[in-house]
């Protein structure tokens, strides 16, 4: 689960992480009355779930409370646009209004799941305001890493090796030390998925800020942190998302056109897999679960036929707890209900098979039914083009 810059500056701000001042604000008149609060020169940021903000116009420094007004007109409401995003862009429905910091100098800190590991990985970089992919490409060898040992979080003189390493002055080694044991704590606490601080800054008066703030929950844990889930901000996630979310399913939107339904990850990435060795591209990643019923079924039919782009829909099924005729009768349901006009591949095996395929082909309704994954994968493909 994503959250806005000013939300993960304040759970990091709890940690001990600094932070500058800032206020969130919905309306020019809030964007007005930060300004006027936090005086001097404060800088106006977009918040979307999407990097490079500044870019796309996300991202305006005003001098007073007057041109933080004029630039909050023509910010909220606006459709932002940056590499993100798409070309649809997000639309711009609150910013943070923040007191500026005298640059120094800009370092990257991150914290990620190094899967090979079994750990977080703590990185750090001399390289910040760069995307941490453009550095891992070009200069990788400007990314140090620590693992931090489970339980035991980043030690200090692992924070230590990493401040001086990237090239912290000694008067101000003690301070990022603190900072990113502090960031370390907090990835750790409230189960992140992603910690980034991009840039984390030196002030000119020698003091560190996270100057910016990316934070990504993983949504297995929320169940710990019942706090957390009220952070969700539903306006930026992809509706049908949402939806899908509403029943237990995994839903992911994509950009191709071959709807696709399955039981099972490793089942949906074979089945995308295979769509695209036929020619064609997968609209979607969808998986219903080992135990999906009829209603769950005729539910995710529903949102993967909502979508536009869909011009075809293959329904990928190894039958296990989820019977074949379950889902075949969840199918029927939702195809009667919704006047599908689509054309609909079903490649089933396993429990209740033959019951299953009886069902489709005797519900007077256009299926297709394949004979194993490659001939549904052709056939589905030839029907979406």
Known sequence: MKIHEYQAKAILAQYGVPVPRGEVARSVEEVERAAKDIGGTVVIKAQIHAGGRGKGGGVKLAKNAN??????????????????????????????????????????????????????????????????????????????????????????????????????????????????????????????????????????????????????????????????????????EDPLEVEASRFGLNYIKLDGNVGCMVNGAGLAMATMDIIKHAGGNPANFLDVGGGANEEQIRNAFRILITDRSVRAVLINIFGGILRCDVLAAGVVAAAKELKVSVPVVVRMEGTNVEMGRKILTDSGLNFTVADGMKDAAEKVVRLAQ
């Open 67 to 236: 041109e933080a007004v004029e630039i909050a007109k023509k910010m909220l409401g606006m459709r932002l646009i940056t590499p993100q995003t798409g070309p649809e862009g997000r639309v711009v429905q609150r910013v943070l209004v923040e007191q500026t910091v005298p640059i120094e100098r800009e370092f990257y800190l991150g914290i990620v799941l190094d899967r090979a590991q079994g750990k977080p990985v703590f990185m750090a970089s001399a390289a910040g305001g760069m995307e941490i992919e453009e550095i891992a490409a070009k200069n990788p060898e400007l990314i140090l890493k620590e693992a931090i040992e489970p339980g035991i979080g980043l030690a200090p003189f692992q924070a230590r090796k990493l401040a001086y390493g990237i090239g912290f002055p000694a008067e101000s080694a003690p301070a990022a030390v603190k900072a990113m044991i502090a960031l370390a704590r907090a990835y750790e606490a409230i189960d992140a998925s992603l910690a980034e601080i991009n840039p984390f800054i030196l002030s000119a008066d020698h003091k560190v800020f996270a100057l910016d703030a990316k934070i990504n929950l993983d949504d297995n844990a929320l169940f710990r942190h019942k706090n957390l889930i009220e952070l969700r901000d539903l306006h930026e």
